[in-house]
């Protein structure tokens, strides 16, 4: 009897039978671009020996102006199927089943040919779209169509038609972005129009035994956005117009309320699609922050949906569905929802990965094969670099022992599972330590590794990671100012007004930290939608609360200061940055760059402003924490070095600069996958 029975249940679409409930969602990983289809073809292939039940691919244009970026992936011509046929049949070959998504940006098209049903700009894009007359919306519709004939001849098991995210179809929908008062604007019926009538003749073209997904956008999350009423009567009319499923689609891409963050509790709009249970007759799948077995299992068993949809969990781990087979849940790589080496990377113009797996992706560049030759590894800093290394040293058949000084594993990732909206932080702590112990690592935790005990080992690996930076501020030494270790390893507990130095990723943490107090929002759903202002789409059209964003008061007067006079937080994550500012923002943090520090005393912090240090001003504070970046901790492979013996350094202890766990993983895996 398996734990996820309502998971793991077949689906059955009547021509065709979906060996499971979990449905890999679209992600644009940049790979069909690189038009290396082997590569294409082994991401998907991975994942379909992982045994998810039906996978979609990453969005393909049918058309130059409806491609959401030029250059971008289409399905236009007979080499496009030529080309896909070879991921068709990688994936059939190895079980699997796959649906090509065919994405028109509309509006969201990053190019000066991007039409909609009206002018109206989007504030996400430079470019203002083109308004399409009759003759320019039946060409939108039959290169709609054309490509979902060509997905079928390039053996694809059907398409997801992108209906929702503020994309194409989505923009005919609301009096927001459709303006017209021809037949397609106006009258909700004429504004469903174009996703019915893109369905219905679809359908015609790929005939019965084909499946035809339509993403449904169920909560706009933006003004004048679609009601419940609107969203129901649109999903009746889609399936009359023939397709098979409906997936859910949670915001535009232009809404102010995060939707897949790390901060978003998991399963966050599972009602939303519980709320349709019931008013079609055909599969209704959910999204959104669902990234373990147990998540899907309750979303599923209460009703909420008859499929889940997982996408980045896909890219932490292509046997997500296999290891929950196996009863080996613990083992599942967890995406932990930070965005940072897959949506960041995909808005950078980089291919996507994952910080947790750096194999995304990667499948044919980073194989990680059995060693030559077994050796024995020691590895110093159990932290995320130490931890990569030491696992896939181990699949390879090396024999590794770790390292550190700390009574647990997992080095600053116990940091940050501190912060509040950073809860997911415990569960890629948990995984390490389920790994560790899976693949027979040995673990020397409260041990100062020495040079004597290094000797022996064919390979030493450095990953003693970063010290923080000495700010060398006057009055630093008094008692009314503390590190951000001492805060987040709770030694230290500020007062009522703080100031924080260095405006970097941590110091924003820290100052997530200090603003809340009690249940972070993040594990209470409602506290959340309170907090972010989103309310239900059968009291307020587009899911947002007339009164908007209601956070509780904060915890704490923060002022989090920075000596670049730029923006804060303008070098976090591409994606999330602007969910920090805006969480920060919101507790009214105080956000104060162009500083130099001059002095600390018992009444705060001194600054002036300016290379003539004029303004003097005081930043009147109980507590002053010190965020002020890292530099290496490389004492040991000093000593190292001195005594003659051959190490690897990597992760912080190599370079602490822009140190993230993404890069310390990276590096890590790839270190491990050499030796
Ligand atoms: P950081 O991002 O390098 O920021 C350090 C901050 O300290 C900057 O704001 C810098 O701004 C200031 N600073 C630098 N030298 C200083 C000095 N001598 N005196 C006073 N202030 C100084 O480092 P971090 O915040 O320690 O973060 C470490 C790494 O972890 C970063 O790469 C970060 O991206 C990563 N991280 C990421 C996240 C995330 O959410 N993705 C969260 C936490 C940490 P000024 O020079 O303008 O004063
Ligand atoms: Fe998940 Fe982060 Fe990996 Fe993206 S990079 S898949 S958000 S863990």
């Not at 082994?42 to 998810?52: D, H, I, K, L, Q």
């Not at 800093?381 to 090396?398: F, K, M, N, V």
Request: proline share 5%; glycine share 10%.
């Amino acid at each position: 009897m398996t734990a996820y029975p309502h998971m793991l249940a077949p689906l059955d679409l009547g021509f065709t039978t979906l060996k499971n409930r979990v449905l890999m969602g679209s992600m644009h990983t940049g790979l069909e671009e690189t038009k290396d289809w082997n590569r294409v073809a082994e991401f998907y292939a991975e994942r379909a020996r992982g045994e998810v039940g039906l996978m979609v691919t990453g969005g393909i244009g049918p058309n130059l102006e409806g491609s959401v970026l030029p250059g971008a992936a289409m399905m236009t011509t007979d080499e496009d199927v030529a080309n896909h046929a070879i991921v068709t049949e990688r994936v059939h070959a190895n079980g699997g089943k796959i649906a090509m998504q065919i994405l028109h940006a509309g509006r969201y098209a990053y190019g000066p040919m991007c039409v909609a049903p009206s002018p109206v700009k989007s504030p996400i894009s430079p470019f203002p779209p083109a308004e399409l007359d009759e003759d320019g919306i039946e060409k939108q519709i039959s290169d709609i169509v054309a490509t979902a004939g060509r997905a079928k001849a390039a053996g694809y098991d059907g398409v997801e038609i992108m209906g929702s995210e503020g994309y194409f179809l989505n923009q005919f929908l609301v009096t927001h972005t459709n303006k017209r008062t021809d037949r397609w604007g106006g009258s909700y019926e004429n504004r469903m129009r174009l996703p019915i009538e893109v369905v219905r003749r679809t359908r015609e073209e790929v005939g019965t035994d084909f499946i035809i997904i339509y993403r449904l956008s169920m909560i706009d999350l933006v003004p004048n956005g679609s009601t419940f009423e609107e969203v129901v009567q649109l999903a009746q009319e889609i399936e009359k117009a023939g397709a098979t499923i409906i997936n859910t689609g949670i915001g535009w891409h232009e809404a102010r309320i995060p939707t897949i963050a790390t901060s978003v509790p998991r399963a966050a709009f599972a009602w939303v699609t519980k709320k349709l249970m019931g008013k079609v007759s055909i599969p209704v799948i959910t999204s959104n922050r669902i990234n373990t077995p147990e998540v899907a299992e309750e979303v599923l068993s209460t009703g909420c949906a008859d499929m889940v949809s997982l996408a980045r969990p896909m890219l932490a781990d292509a046997h997500f569905v296999r290891k929950a087979m196996d009863e080996k849940a613990a083992h599942i790589a967890p995406c932990i929802a930070c965005n940072q080496a897959c949506l960041d990377h995909t808005f950078g113009g980089k291919i996507s990965s994952c910080l947790v797996n750096p194999r995304a992706c990667y499948e044919t560049e980073l194989v990680v094969a059995p060693a030559d030759t077994a050796k024995s590894i020691a590895i110093v800093g159990a932290g995320p670099a130490g931890l990569s290394t030491a696992l896939t040293a181990a699949e390879r058949g090396h024999t590794v022992t770790i390292f550190d000084r700390a009574d647990e594993i997992g080095g600053q990732l116990n940091m940050a599972k501190q912060v509040p909206g950073k809860e997911e932080f415990w569960g890629l702590v948990d995984w390490y330590r389920a790994m560790v112990a899976e693949m027979g690592i040995t673990v020397h935790l409260n041990t100062e590794a020495t040079v004597d005990a290094l000797k022996g080992f064919d390979e030493v690996i450095i990953a003693t990671g970063v010290l923080p930076r000495d700010p060398e501020i006057p009055g630093q030494d008094a008692d009314n100012v503390h590190s951000y270790i001492d805060v987040l390893r709770k030694r230290a507990t500020p007062g009522k007004r703080v100031a924080v130095i260095g405006a970097g990723g941590i110091g924003f943490d820290v100052s997530e930290y200090l603003v809340h107090e009690g249940q972070s929002p993040t594990e209470n759903l409602p506290a959340w939608m309170e907090e972010w202002g989103v309310a239900d789409t059968a009291e307020h059209r587009g899911g947002l609360s007339p009164e908007g964003p209601q956070p509780d008061a904060p915890a704490r007067a923060v002022t989090l200061l920075q000596r670049k006079a730029e923006k804060h937080g303008k070098r976090l994550g591409k994606t999330t940055g602007w969910i920090h500012r805006a969480a920060l923002k919101m507790k009214d943090v105080e956000f104060v760059g162009g500083v130099n520090y001059e002095r600390i005393d018992a009444e705060g912090l001194h600054v002036s402003f300016g290379d003539a240090r004029e303004n003097p001003t005081l930043i009147a504070a109980d507590d002053i924490i010190l965020c002020a970046g890292q530099v290496p901790d490389r004492s040991l492979a000093d000593a190292l070095e001195a005594a003659g013996i051959a190490h690897h350094i990597i992760g912080g202890a190599d370079v602490a600069a822009e140190l993230d766990a993404k890069r310390a993983i990276d590096q890590g895996t790839r270190l491990a996958a050499t030796l």
